[in-house]
Every structure is written in structure tokens, then in C-alpha cells.
């Protein structure tokens, strides 16, 4: 089954067999995230794809791999939110728009939310994508300020403080926990829109958000 | 050391050192629900009260008898500030107060979070405690809309999605959580006394409150 050298077509790198082994594994996990967190176990894992744990660890020889792999699609599909929301014409739409997309993400993926924030140590390309989400989100910020529409005092820090509230949300199904963050970020933008005394922004760090394991923000 | 018999002089029937030992378990489990939230175990109190696990049980058969005794007066305390925002004469203000007062509870202490709301089992009285404040709430609800400070599409609903995004804000310290808290609050009562589209309220029950164990609602 395994040996990099043997002559079977291979596919990316893998043979067929092993590549459907690979894709189960990357299916199991994302359900299993999804459902729990990050936190389950690799052998249950393991368990669920019906493979040994010898053979999960030689696919993904770290939690942080597979994770990684899990959720590649749907970090890339929240960068492109971003990019969206940055090319509406105008920006306090393209704002509301990303606050509740993501929001919306977090609140029916447990693992996502988890996944979108974390600094997975070996995933260079994902921190690298996140920065630039971090910076279109506060080009963003600008944008909907200069027009008028944002309030001045609104803080990035604030978005911290938006996930960590929305992360909040975790109801017994994902449905009620989708209406229910939908109700929040409405209130939320709502006042993001107005005014009245605010408290100063407090400087959080994404680690903060509930259910993230970051080593690093 | 032990018989209820002893001729010593008791205090609420328990000789002084009896309720010596007693008072230090309920400081300690105190101490240890506010770091670490109501799953901290009997034995971990124990050691950390320097008593022995039997003798803890001795005193508390069960962690709700336990759980109850610690936050009694912090849930008399919760109460009361419903009936303090009660006997305000500006519904809105009292309203304002009651929710800052009850969330800022909630962002410095996580067992006492998970107290107020959890029903526990055996302590009838919390509970019909817990059925006044709520019911305080609802009144004040009442009044606030009627003086037309409160939207009138708010719910009494949203007392638990604020309780559930409040409890979101975890952070390292209990001052960052507090600033946090504070500043999430100030968002969400400007949005309470505007107005803007609102997706429908959410039929949320109170067991839905992350951190929290609660046998019924």
C-alpha cells in the first residue's frame, strides 16, 4: 500500500486507493469537527473513516494537518467574502454583508469557527490568507466609515469582540444557533450603524474567542 | 470532632469548628467556581479547602447543595437588582441597569453565571427566586416599551441571546472580559432603543447559555 516509488498511476502523488482513504479522512473529520470542535481525538477520527490510526497519522502526521486540509475550502471561501464585500460599490453593504456571512459560518461550523482564527503552526499559507482577510476586513472599515455610514468609534477590535459574542451562540442545533447569531448580528450592525456613549474598544486578541486553539495571533 | 450530640457551643447547629471548616469550603469552592466555572470536582475543593473529601460531603451531599450555598447570596443579590430597576421611575434606566448589572456578573464570575440560571435540583428556593427575577424582567420589559424607550419588536428572548453572547466574552483576565462585556452591552442597548430590521426572536431556553448545567428550564 504505501512506497512513494511504486508504479501504480498515481494521483497527486497517491495512489487511487490511498487517495479515497485520504478524501474519507478528510470527510469524516470535517463532519466530526463540525459537530464537536476541533477537539476529538484522532483515533476517533481514525475510528469513524473505518482506517488505523497508523494509517491517519502517515496521511496527516499532525492535528494540525488535517485541519488544515479539512477546512482549506471554506477559509478560502471566507477570504473571498472579503474580497466580495471589498468590491461592492458600496462599503457599508459590503460590510453588513461580511458580518453576517461569517457570523452565519461560525454559528452552523463549531470546528470552522474554531479553524478561521487559529494560527495552525505549520499552515503558513492559511496565516498568510488570514492577514489578508484581516486586511481587506479594515480597508473595509475605512471605507464604510468615510462614507458615513459606520460609526467613527467602531473599533476593529471590534470584530473580536463580535466573534467572541457570536461564538457564544451555541444553541442544541445548528438551526437554532443560525437564527439565533442572525438576531445578534442584526442588533449588532444595527447599533454598529448609530450612535450613543460607547465604553472604550478593549484590544482583544483572537486567541480570545471561545472553542479557538491558537498558538499565536 | 463530629456528633451533633457535643455539648460545645453551636453555631446554626455546628460547633464552631465544624463551621469554621464549613465557611472555608464555601470561600474556596467560591474561589474555584469563579475561575473554572461550577465543573471544578468535589476532590479538587476538598484538597484546596485542606479538609478531607468525606467531610466535605459530610457538609454538601451533593455539588448543587454546595453550588447553592456559594452563590446564594450573589443570586439575592441578582434578584434584587431586578426589583432595584423596578422601583426606578424611568423604566429605560432601569432597564439599562439591570443589564449591565446582571451581564457584568456574569463576565467576572463563571460559576456564578452558571448559577443564577442553572435549576437546581434541589434548591426549591432558588428556583422560585429565579421565577421572581425573571418574572421582574418581563414587567420591566413591559414598562420600558410602553414608555417607548425599548423597540417594540424586542423579546423577552433576547434576555437569553444577551446572556449567551455575554457569556462568549471569555477572556484571559476577568478585567478584559469585564471591558468586553462592557462594551458588547453598550452596543446591544443602543440597538434595543433604535430600530431596523430584526430577523424574528428566537424561542431560546436559558439551558442554551454556554457554561451552563442545568437540568430543566
Redesign the interface.
Known amino acids: 500500500m504505501s512506497g512513494t516509488a511504486s508504479r501504480i498511476p498515481a494521483v497527486d502523488g497517491l495512489r487511487a486507493d490511498a487517495r479515497q482513504n485520504r478524501d474519507r479522512i478528510v470527510e469524516v473529520a470535517g463532519a466530526l469537527f463540525a459537530e464537536r470542535g476541533l477537539d476529538v481525538p484522532m483515533a476517533a477520527i481514525a475510528r469513524r473513516a473505518g482506517v488505523g490510526v497508523a494509517t491517519l497519522y502517515r496521511r496527516f502526521p499532525t492535528k494540525e494537518s488535517l485541519v488544515a486540509e479539512v477546512f482549506a475550502d471554506q477559509f478560502a471561501a471566507c477570504v473571498s467574502v472579503v474580497d466580495e464585500a471589498l468590491a461592492d460599490p458600496d462599503p457599508w453593504r459590503g460590510f453588513c454583508t461580511l458580518v453576517e456571512k461569517v457570523c452565519a459560518m461560525q454559528a452552523v461550523d463549531r470546528g470552522f469557527s474554531a479553524a478561521v482564527v487559529a494560527s495552525l503552526p505549520h499552515a503558513i499559507d492559511l496565516d498568510r490568507e488570514r492577514e489578508r482577510g484581516l486586511r481587506g476586513f479594515a480597508e473595509l472599515v475605512r471605507r464604510a466609515k468615510a462614507a458615513g455610514r459606520l460609526r467613527p468609534d467602531f473599533s476593529e477590535d471590534?470584530l473580536v469582540?463580535l466573534l467572541?459574542?457570536?461564538?457564544?451562540?451555541?444553541?442544541?442545533s445548528a438551526d437554532?444557533a443560525l437564527?439565533?447569531s442572525?438576531?445578534?448580528v442584526?442588533?449588532?450592525?444595527?447599533?454598529?450603524?448609530?450612535?450613543?456613549?460607547?465604553?472604550?474598544?478593549?484590544a482583544?486578541s483572537l486567541r480570545?474567542?471561545?472553542h479557538l486553539a491558537t498558538s499565536r495571533t
Chains 1, 2 share one sequence.
Open positions: 471590534d469582540l467572541m459574542a457570536n461564538g457564544g451562540i451555541v444553541a442544541h437554532a437564527a439565533a442572525r438576531r445578534l442584526a442588533y449588532l450592525l444595527t447599533s454598529f450603524a448609530g450612535d450613543g456613549p460607547l465604553p472604550p474598544p478593549v482583544l480570545d474567542v471561545p
